[in-house]
Structures are given as structure tokens and as C-alpha cells.
């Protein structure tokens, strides 16, 4: 009987592990308005970032963020901005605005998701989860959050680690999903 109960309680366990949230099993909405599964980027390497347009950060980081974005996206690679208001009220446009001004200003081609609450009781869930497995909370506009191709947290950094720095960091982690690819081809 105890045996039993044993194997009963393993199996529950592996079972609930299997149901383990990632990143990519969250849903968020876009700029537009639309609902998006985040299960559409798995397989590829993001770097998810509370954004705002009129913070001292703001062109260094949207400019180096587009330059990655063009360098290797969007099949292996996304940017994925989260504009926030939270801090110093940086970002008080509405989504339009907001979308209309990065892709005028900076030339911005990835994924821009509508304005969202990163950090306090009322985060979006998505942000809750990357805090909770990461254990770093955004302090500021432009916290970087580095995710695997399996929606793991790999990575975090503060506004002030220049995109630049992180850049080889992501440029292994694209070239390991190519190269994975080619060995299956």
C-alpha cells in the first residue's frame, strides 16, 4: 500500500511539472488592441523590455533594440516591448500614440504590446512570472528579461546594460537554434 501511495504521489508530481508555466504560455494584448498567445514565439530567443517613449534611455535602447531586431529576427529572435507608465511617468501615451511615435521615431519593427503595470499588485501576469522566476523586479523603464527558446528566463539586466553589451549573449543563443536546425535538416 505504501508502495501505491509512493507511485501515486510521483506520478501526480511529474504530472504537475509537465503543466509548469513558461512565458510562452501566456496571453497578452498588442498595440492594436489584438489578443496574442505568446506560444507563437517559442522556439525562438527573446528579450522582453518595459519600454517608454520619454525616458533618458529611450533612443539608445529603441535604436539598438531595432538593430537586433533587424540583425536576427524575426524567425529566431524577437524583441518584445511592453511600453509602462510605472516609472517617472515616462510613457502616457495611449497604445496608438505610443505605436504611432517608435515606428515614426526609431523605425521600430518588433512586437509592441499595449501599455501594462510590470511591477506591484496589479502586473500583468506574464511580467509576474518573469519577477517570480527570475527574482529581479523591474526598477526602472527598460529592464531587459533574456528568454530561451523553451520560454525559460536565461538573463535579466537594468537600463543602464546598453543593448550592445548583451548582443554576443544573444548572438550564441540564435546561432545554437540554426545550428540546431541544420544538424536536423
Known amino acids: 500500500m505504501r508502495f501505491a501511495l509512493i507511485m501515486v504521489m510521483l506520478l ?19 498595440s492594436r488592441g489584438k489578443l496574442v498567445s505568446l506560444e507563437k514565439y517559442r522556439g525562438s ?15 539608445d535602447h529603441y535604436t539598438d533594440l531595432q ?7 524575426p524567425y529566431h529572435f524577437n524583441v518584445l516591448a511592453f511600453p509602462c507608465n510605472q516609472f517617472g511617468q515616462q510613457e502616457q501615451g495611449s497604445d496608438k500614440e505610443i505605436d504611432s511615435f517608435v515606428r515614426r521615431v526609431y523605425g521600430v519593427s ?10 506591484g499588485s496589479g502586473a500583468n501576469n506574464a511580467y509576474k512570472y518573469l519577477v517570480e522566476s527570475s527574482g529581479k523586479e523591474p ?11 523553451n520560454g525559460k528566463v536565461v538573463n535579466t539586466w537594468g537600463p ?26
Open 45 to 59: 530567443v527573446s528579450l522582453v523590455v518595459n519600454v517608454a517613449s520619454e525616458c533618458g534611455y529611450t533612443e
Open 110 to 119: 518588433f512586437p509592441l504590446f499595449s501599455k501594462i503595470a510590470v511591477v
Open 139 to 149: 526598477n526602472w523603464n527598460f529592464w531587459k528579461y533574456l528568454i530561451d527558446v
Open 12 to 30: 501526480l508530481a511529474n504530472f504537475a511539472e509537465g503543466k509548469q508555466k513558461d512565458f510562452y504560455t501566456f496571453k497578452v494584448v498588442n
Open 160 to 185: 543602464t546594460t546598453s543593448v550592445k553589451e548583451i548582443r554576443p549573449l544573444i548572438s550564441d543563443m540564435v546561432r545554437q537554434i540554426i545550428l540546431k536546425k541544420k544538424v536536423e535538416l
Open 67 to 73: 538593430q537586433l531586431q533587424r540583425d536576427f529576427g
